[in-house]
């Protein structure tokens, strides 16, 4: 037992001397972040300028906007959520369809939103300036898709409600 004891604290006084610290693989004593902990299935890294001139770019593509972390720094509250700051840009709300095309300026994506439990399916769809198809997201989480880069693009929400009725498009935006 003795022994044991005398070797654990001779690689503690090792691990010391070396410099290393039993944080080092992981988040700081100051809250910073590692790279492998910002970028996970659930979130990523933009540099703040590049966020501020670009957004996320294909980082976002078909991420939830309210849950998906977008860190711009290394500390670990400092992201955000791309709904965040997100604005209805295209809406349609009559008897039969309801149907948003919701933004973030900040993160620069889009996606579809509907405000109706009663629908076959709701889509987003992307495309480039030149009217050339970039993207359709078709994969929902409660009433609203996941997202889509948007920066220097174009996007539209759809909705198909249930029923013998038509689907119905928001304008581009």
Not at 31 to 52: C, D, K, R, V
Not at 54 to 76: E, H, I, L, Q
Not at 134 to 142: C, L, N
Request: net charge neutral.
């Amino acid at each position: 037992m003795k022994r044991m004891i005398t070797a654990l604290a001779l690689l503690a006084a090792l691990v010391v001397s070396a410099g290393l610290h039993p944080s080092a693989a992981g988040a700081n004593t100051r809250g910073q972040l590692t790279m492998a902990e910002m970028i996970t299935e659930n979130s990523t890294y933009i540099p703040e300028a590049t966020l501020l001139n670009s957004g996320c770019g294909s980082a976002c593509d078909f991420k939830d906007p309210a849950t998906f972390r977008v860190y711009y720094n290394t500390c670990t509250g400092c992201y955000y959520h791309c709904v965040d700051d997100a604005d209805d840009k295209r809406t349609i709300m009559d008897a039969v369809a309801s149907i948003i095309l919701r933004y973030s300026e900040r993160c620069r994506t889009a996606w579809a939103k509907t405000t109706y439990s009663n629908v076959s399916y709701i889509k987003a769809e992307s495309r480039y300036l030149n009217g050339t198809h970039r993207a359709t997201v078709t994969e929902y989480v409660g009433n609203y898709t996941v997202m889509m880069d948007d920066a220097d693009l174009q996007a539209r929400a759809c909705v198909q409600p249930s029923g013998p009725y038509s689907l119905t498009c928001t304008g581009w935006y």
